[in-house]
């Protein structure tokens, strides 16, 4: 399997002619408009065809391909990025008193964390032998007493 090109680092000389340029660079080119448009479908295939003096088939290629690229960087990128908003929420709402609102926010992450795979559901009871019953309370049935 060939190596995967990183299309956020590939290099374009200052002043290039977009008509000259490799198909790495027409594609971290394409990268850029489409973050900056925040869609593909706000960018136009025929004009980029015109612009890079290619067809539009090529162009419609390179979107797939970087439609690829783009999976593949939200995959590596995701948990680092949940992880730094969900701390950062979860820390601010903490600091100002909004108790209740970490524990929402907790479970939020909580649950992610589970969708991922990265840990397991906590189980809504647990059977202990003897017949006791233990009844865990998620965050989101806390109390709404600010207090804690």
């Not at 908003?85 to 992610?112: D, H, P």
Request: contains cysteine; aromatic residues 8%.
């Amino acid at each position: 399997m060939a190596e995967q090109i990183d299309y956020t680092k590939v290099k374009i000389k200052e002043g290039k002619p977009e008509k000259d340029f490799n198909y790495m660079e027409r594609r971290a080119k394409i990268l850029e408009l489409i973050e900056e448009a925040g869609h593909p479908r706000m960018i136009s295939q025929y004009e980029l065809a015109s612009v890079f003096g290619v067809t539009q088939s090529q162009i419609a290629h390179d979107f797939r391909v970087l439609r690829e690229f783009i999976k593949t960087i939200v995959g590596r990128e995701a948990p680092l990025i949940s992880h730094t908003v969900y701390n950062k929420s979860i820390k601010q709402l903490m600091a100002e008193g909004r108790y209740v609102e970490a524990c929402k926010v907790m479970g939020e992450w909580n649950n992610w964390l589970f969708n991922i795979g990265a840990v397991d559901k906590t189980p809504e009871k647990h059977q202990v032998e003897g017949g006791v019953q233990i009844n865990i309370i998620r965050p989101e049935e806390a109390p709404k007493d600010e207090s804690i």
